[in-house]
């Protein structure tokens, strides 16, 4: 199993940015496509972005131009640069590999988009 951990998350304005980061323990990471997936209230878990283990990336068209995903293997870290954050960005945010592994999800880092 791999242990995932989140972070970087908090309140921003609309507009505003923020960079999350997911570090991973307890496997070898750079043989995994990573992708970071999001959960607001009420709503089913989604995949926004994605990277391949050879740094191929999509995103899902709701965020496609203002998210970036990246991955720094030799830290075993995976990122996420947010940019033109909108209200309904605001949601717990999660990495996991694509496909997503069940046992592996985190904890998640709560983002907020509020005036």
């Known amino acids: 199993q791999v242990h995932l951990v989140e972070s970087g998350g908090g309140l921003v304005q609309p507009g505003g940015s923020l960079r999350l980061s997911c570090a991973a323990s307890?496997?070898?990471?750079?043989?995994?496509?990573m992708g970071w997936y999001r959960q607001a209230p009420g709503k089913q878990r989604e995949r926004v972005a994605s990277?391949?283990?050879?740094?191929?990336?999509n995103y899902a068209d709701s965020v496609k131009g203002r998210f970036t995903i990246s991955r720094d293997n030799a830290k075993n870290t995976v990122y996420l640069q947010m940019n033109s954050l909108k209200p309904e960005d605001t949601a717990v945010y999660y990495c996991?590999?694509?496909?997503?592994?069940?046992?592996?999800w985190g904890q998640g880092t709560q983002v907020t988009v509020s005036s």
């Open positions: 996991n590999t694509v496909p997503s592994s069940p046992n592996d």
């Open positions: 307890g496997t070898i990471f750079s043989i995994y496509a």
């Open positions: 990277i391949s283990v050879g740094g191929f990336t």
